[in-house]
Every structure is written in structure tokens, then in C-alpha cells.
């Protein structure tokens, strides 16, 4: 069965430092999703993208994150100065059409720690 | 804010039928019922989803009242895996819809 695979599983860095979580989405789907969850917290949207375009992005989804697709197969997610409240896990999830009538399928996460 | 409400936490003994309830009584006719489940902080993994029918799969069965404002998932025999947090969700069949996640029902299936 096809899968959404993020990668690393788990991301240590300094406060400051600039991050890059990796994701490669189902192959032919076209609408691409990275949420987060705080420790004991929900899982919380913070954007969308498709045709190499944000299409919807959630107040968490500050001057601090950025997304991109460099290739065919990778959608990445950037913090480029990370902070302590960084600190969450990180899924990323794909769909064909981007509807409610479709499944968005989600990766097994990347834990962030900032130190 | 999710447009469902869910029981906290749920107890389910082993072998037994877990019966998950949800309440979205503002639900249009627009407007899917999504279940996930999340264990132990993996990523969501997607059960069922219905509109206006009942829904089997192989993993549960959808059960949605006739008015639509709630729904039952049902795991017809819980297993310790299935030990979990488990979303009901509704979601606009006609939008780019991000997926807006409540707190859930923690479900704990016991020996």
C-alpha cells in the first residue's frame, strides 16, 4: 500500500538553528499537508500546497516557516530559526484531490526537539 | 474548532465490540463524517468515512443515523492494538479542506 514517508524520525537541533523536515508524498497525489502536534496537545493544521503554491496556511505558519517541492518526489518544511515551542511532532499528508471526498493519508511523523 | 463532540475515553474489553460515539449535529449536507485513530503519537491513519449510508471496511463499520447528526465507528473485535485516540472529523466534500482534529476519544481496550 502506497505511504507518505517523512524522514527523520527524529530531529535534534539548537534554538537558532535552521531545519529542513523531509517528506515524500503518494506518488500521484497532488495536494500536500504538514500539521503538527505539541506534546499531549491536537494535531494542529499548519499548511497546505498545491501546483507549487501555499493554499491555505493557519496563524501557527509564521515568516519562520516556509515549504517547498525542489523536485518531483519532495515536499520539505523549513524553520529557519527554530525556538523551544518548536518542539512538536511534524506530519506530513498527501491527497489526490484535496476535497473532503478524499483521503488524506498522513506519514509516521518527524520529532523536533529544540534545545 | 472541530464540529464534533466526542466521549473523552472510552474502556472496550478484548474480543469485544467497541462502539464509538460522535455527535455533529450541525453537519450539512456538504459535509463528510471522517473517522482516524492515532497510536501513541504516530501519525493519523485513516478508518472509514461515509456520507449518508452506512460504511464497511476492513478495518470498522460507519454507522450514521438517519437526520445525520451523529455517528457510531464501530471495531466489531478490538484487539489490544487498536488501543488508541480515534477522531471523528466532518469534512466539506467541495473544498480544500484541511483537517480540523478535536481532542478525540481515547479508547483503551483491556486484557
Known amino acids: 500500500e502506497p505511504e507518505v514517508t517523512q524522514t527523520p524520525s527524529h530531529q535534534v537541533t539548537q534554538m537558532g538553528q535552521e531545519v529542513i523536515l523531509h517528506c515524500v508524498p503518494i506518488?500521484?497525489?497532488?495536494?500536500f499537508y504538514w500539521y503538527r502536534q505539541i506534546l499531549g496537545q491536537k494535531v494542529e493544521f499548519l499548511v497546505s500546497f498545491y501546483n507549487n503554491e501555499i493554499s491555505e496556511k493557519s496563524e501557527i505558519f509564521d515568516d519562520q516557516f516556509s515549504v517547498e517541492r525542489p523536485d518531483g518526489s519532495n515536499f520539505t518544511l523549513k524553520i529557519r530559526s527554530t525556538k523551544l515551542e518548536d518542539s512538536a511532532m511534524y506530519f506530513c499528508?498527501?491527497?489526490?484531490?484535496?476535497?473532503?471526498?478524499?483521503?488524506?493519508?498522513f506519514g509516521a511523523g518527524t520529532r523536533l526537539s529544540v534545545l | 474548532d472541530a464540529k464534533t463532540t466526542q466521549p473523552t475515553s472510552m474502556d472496550c474489553a478484548e474480543g469485544r465490540a467497541a462502539n464509538l460515539p460522535c455527535n455533529h449535529s450541525?453537519?450539512?449536507?456538504?459535509?463528510?463524517v471522517y473517522w482516524y485513530r492515532q497510536i501513541h503519537s504516530q501519525g493519523p491513519q485513516y478508518i472509514i468515512h461515509g456520507l449518508k449510508n452506512n460504511e464497511t471496511n476492513e478495518m470498522a463499520s460507519l454507522i450514521i443515523t438517519e437526520d445525520r447528526k451523529s455517528s457510531t465507528l464501530i471495531l466489531p473485535h478490538a484487539t489490544l492494538r487498536d488501543t488508541a485516540v480515534y477522531y471523528c472529523?466532518?469534512?466539506?466534500?467541495?473544498?480544500?479542506?484541511?483537517?480540523?482534529f478535536g481532542k478525540g476519544t481515547r479508547l483503551h481496550i483491556l486484557p
Open positions: 472529523i466532518v469534512r466539506d466534500m467541495n473544498r480544500d479542506d484541511k483537517i480540523i
Open positions: 499528508a498527501s491527497s489526490e484531490e484535496g476535497t473532503g471526498r478524499d483521503i488524506q493519508y
Open positions: 506518488s500521484n497525489h497532488l495536494y
Open positions: 450541525t453537519i450539512s449536507g456538504n459535509e463528510y
